[in-house]
Nanobody, 125 residues
Framework: QVQLVESGGGLVQAGGSLRLSCAAA????????MGWFRQAPGKEREFVAG????????DYADSVKGRFTISRDNAKNTVYLQMNSLKPEDTGAYFC??????????????????WGQGTQVTVSS
């Protein structure tokens, strides 16, 4: 079992940047494909970005392509989400998640096995 803790959220103006981190404990992160999801108030949680276990493959939601970058450092047991050119519609709670299903990057939250508590991102206009 792996425990996930997100950090790096905060309040930023539109056009600004934030870098989220997801630190893992309990098992080596290289055992998992990882994903970032977000949930805006009153909306369902949605896929943002995913990365395979080695870092060699990534996937993004259309809404963040070209602005967000997911990466990982397995030696540090940490996954990152670099968010640039932030927009007010990026506001929400951001969650990292881990899945043992490593055949491809999954966008369905139901396919992920472990979740962090989330970190809040607020983008002001």
């Amino acid at each position: 079992q792996v425990q996930l803790v997100e950090s790096g959220g905060g309040l930023v103006q539109a056009g600004g940047s934030l870098r989220l981190s997801c630190a893992a404990a309990g098992r080596a992160l290289s055992n998992y494909n990882m994903g970032w999801f977000r949930q805006a108030p009153g909306k369902e949680r949605e896929f943002v970005a995913g990365i395979n276990w080695s870092g060699g493959s990534t996937d993004y939601a259309d809404s963040v392509k070209g602005r967000f970058t997911i990466s990982r450092d397995n030696a540090k047991n940490t996954v990152y989400l670099q968010m640039n050119s932030l927009k007010p519609e990026d506001t929400g709670a951001y969650f990292c998640a881990a899945t043992t299903k490593r055949f491809w990057i999954l966008t369905d939250e139901g396919m992920y096995d472990y979740w962090g508590q989330g970190t809040q991102v607020t983008v002001s206009s």
